[in-house]
């Protein structure tokens, strides 16, 4: 299993504005995920952060939108860059253990763009 | 293209058996997973099938059809605290998970 906390829990910005959220694991794990959930909505996978190498984003993100670092394997940031209403989401950092595919998931940075 | 369906919503009561079915259309299948979430919570893993059939999790277990490219998660003895949103996910490579609409499953006392 792994415990995964992220900075900060919620936050309300202002258009134009960038926001760094923090993900920490309190163990030390290989592959690294960034998903949105708008609300009612399910999850939309963001990009992949492995350690040691650049982040590989999905279909419709880029990353001088959303960049990511990965400096070790307990620790991910992700930016929300040049922010709109639109970017209000609640963005969630996960994990994958060896067992059974399974993801951890962080309990999520809830942001809210004016 | 890639897409997941499965019910935007189920109702039951207490006690019951509810089966959530779920569809898929992708490329780079390695498997169907099942997460459960709350209002306000994240969403926390129920089950995982690689293979064709039946995995038992106490009172939940999922099925896969890889042929038929279906699955379904089966709810038993429903409780109260059984009311979130249920996703089915299909795992691509390197483990990203490509998620569905998402069941809200209603339990009624």
């Known amino acids: 299993s792994a415990v995964i906390s992220q900075k900060p829990s919620r936050d309300i910005c202002q258009r134009g504005t960038s926001l760094t959220i923090q993900c920490q694991v309190d163990?030390?794990?290989?592959?690294m995920f960034w998903y949105r959930q708008q609300p009612g909505q399910s999850l939309t996978l963001i990009a992949t952060a492995n350690q040691g190498s650049e982040a590989t984003y999905e279909s419709g993100f880029v990353i001088d939108k959303f960049p990511i670092s990965r400096p070790n394997l307990t620790f991910s940031t992700l930016t929300v860059s040049n922010m709109s209403p639109e970017d209000s989401s609640i963005y969630l950092c996960?994990?994958?253990?060896?067992?059974?595919?399974?993801?951890?998931f962080g309990p999520g940075t809830r942001l809210t763009v004016l | 293209g890639q897409s997941l369906e499965q019910p935007s919503e189920v109702t039951a009561v207490e006690g019951a058996i509810v089966q959530i079915n779920c569809t898929y259309q992708?490329?780079?299948?390695?498997?169907l997973s099942w997460y459960q979430q709350h209002d306000g919570g994240a969403p926390t893993f129920l089950s995982y099938?690689?293979?064709?059939g039946l995995e038992e999790t106490g009172r939940f277990s999922s099925f896969l059809s890889r042929s038929d490219s279906y699955g379904y998660l089966l709810l038993q003895e429903l409780q109260m605290k059984d009311s979130a949103s249920y996703f089915c996910?299909?795992?691509?490579?390197?483990?990203?998970?490509?998620f569905g609409a998402g069941t809200q499953v209603v339990v009624t006392p």
């Open positions: 163990s030390q794990v290989t592959m």
């Open positions: 996960s994990v994958l253990t060896g067992a059974d595919n399974e993801q951890f």
């Open positions: 996910a299909v795992i691509r490579s390197w483990g990203k998970l490509q």
């Open positions: 992708t490329s780079g299948f390695y498997g």
């Open positions: 099938n690689a293979l064709d």
